[in-house]
């Protein structure tokens, strides 16, 4: 074979190996990203920002006691979170952002949470806090929870002067 034919066969074989090469990773990719798609979708989370109506309520009865007042929650990943909201015709200078913590508890859909933030009064001065502490499911969408909320208020010296119940329907912001 003279040097012409030999070099043009081992550009070949190199198109070749790399033609396949590319073929095996391109494929390979496409099957890690269906798979780590799919086991997305079984695993559903409540990691991200939601929009929230809570309504507080009546622990004995159930009752509403006061009107829904809209929020937002976000849960990130490894189990902290944030959550703000303000009751109608209330101020923001009133209170802090809640700050917390969440886990999944038994079950796909069940998650526990935990949050506390700082009350103020109208001239600024700390006065206390509150904690809010709930159970969540998770529907079966994966867009959308419901809460059932046990709440401590505490004073400024974190002496227990009060305690409510609330309940939250919550949707996925995307």
């Known amino acids: 074979m003279n040097l012409t034919k030999q070099t043009l066969v081992i550009v070949l074989a190199v198109i070749t190996a790399l033609t396949m090469t590319s073929s095996m990773v391109s494929g390979q990719n496409i ?8 086991s997305q979708a079984s695993e559903r989370t409540i990691d991200g920002v939601w929009r929230t109506v809570v309504t507080p309520r009546n622990c004995q009865t159930g ?14 990943k490894g189990g902290t979170m944030s959550e703000y909201g303000i009751g109608p015709g209330s ?10 913590v969440w886990q999944r508890e038994h079950g796909l859909q069940d998650y526990s949470f935990a949050f506390t933030f700082y009350r103020y009064n109208a001239s600024g001065v ?7 502490t709930a159970a969540l499911e998770l529907g079966a969408s994966g867009d959308e ?14 002496h227990l002067i009060g ?10 912001f995307e």
């Open 31 to 38: 099957q890690d990203k269906q798979s780590s798609e799919s």
């Open 63 to 76: 009752d509403p006691v006061a009107p829904p007042l809209r929020g937002l929650f976000t849960f990130n």
């Open 91 to 100: 101020s923001p200078a009133l209170r802090s952002p809640g700050h917390g």
């Open 126 to 132: 700390f006065i206390g806090s509150q904690k809010v």
């Open 145 to 158: 929870f419901t809460t059932s909320s046990a709440i401590e208020v505490f004073d400024a010296n974190d």
């Open 163 to 172: 305690t409510g119940c609330a309940t939250a329907a919550g949707t996925r």
